[in-house]
């Protein structure tokens, strides 16, 4: 067990839905990760939080958001939903937000139908 | 952040030591090396990592070469849910934040 918490552990939803993935990160760390991991594309950087702040931008979509609240828990909104934004999306954190290691959770698999 | 070099895959037999390799010819001073695993869809699990010294820990060994251009992650006595596929992954310690760019990594298969 990582210590990162992500709920939930399974969303199946239709297409032009929109969907919360929700990340608790490990207690006293400040930083939180955002990853895709697709069947064709393996693991993809999203996003990046640190205390509350955008940090670093990936590859992540328009219709996707992210924010890091003063609890320092982090939710993904993915809006607009295609059948292609079927994935598994993981959450990782880390005490700082540079040079230090992260740890992952075990991930929200979505399914758009 | 420097781009990293690792065989598709690799087979080991249980019991003995696994040594996956990684190339990375362009990796600049102030980039660490790190390795991470993802055993069949779980969430990617932190191995070990370091800048130029060897690293040992509960989980495996890290050997650097003294120009920096290579390491290899050492299982020294795998067992079968060893088999994971395995990341080798190359990060700047600059503040640009802490992404880790994931590649497609060593399939590693133990064999009983």
């Known amino acids: 067990d990582s210590g990162v918490t992500q709920t939930p552990k399974h969303l199946i939803t239709a297409t032009g839905q929109r969907v919360t993935l929700r990340c608790s990160p490990r207690?006293?760390?400040?930083?939180v990760y955002w990853y895709q991991q697709s069947l064709d594309q393996g693991l993809q950087f999203l996003i990046q939080?640190?205390?509350?702040?955008?940090?670093a931008k990936g590859n992540i979509l328009e219709r996707f958001s992210a924010q890091q609240f003063p609890d320092l828990h982090s939710e993904l909104n993915l809006s607009s939903l295609e059948l292609g934004d079927s994935a598994l999306y993981f959450c990782?954190?880390?005490?700082?937000?540079?040079?230090?290691?992260?740890?992952f959770g075990q991930g929200t698999r979505l399914t758009v139908v | 952040d420097a781009k990293t070099t690792q065989p598709t895959s690799m087979d080991c037999a249980e019991g003995r030591a696994a040594n996956l390799p990684c190339n990375h010819s362009?990796?600049?001073?102030?980039?660490?090396v790190y390795w991470y695993r993802q055993i069949h869809s779980q969430g990617p699990q932190y191995i070990i990592h370091?800048?130029?010294n060897n690293e040992t820990n509960e989980m495996a060994s890290l050997i650097i070469t003294e120009d920096r251009k290579s390491s290899t992650l050492i299982l020294p006595h795998a067992t079968l849910r060893d088999t994971a596929v395995y990341y080798c992954?190359?990060?700047?310690?600059?503040?640009?934040?802490?992404?880790?760019?994931f590649g497609t990594g060593t399939s590693l298969t133990v064999i009983p």
């Open positions: 990782a954190s880390s005490v700082r937000d540079t040079n230090t290691e992260a740890f």
């Open positions: 207690s006293g760390d400040l930083s």
């Open positions: 939080y640190y205390n509350g702040e955008e940090r």
């Open positions: 362009t990796i600049s001073g102030n980039e660490y």
């Open positions: 370091g800048l130029k």
């Open positions: 992954i190359v990060r700047s310690t600059a503040n640009t934040g802490n992404q880790f760019y």
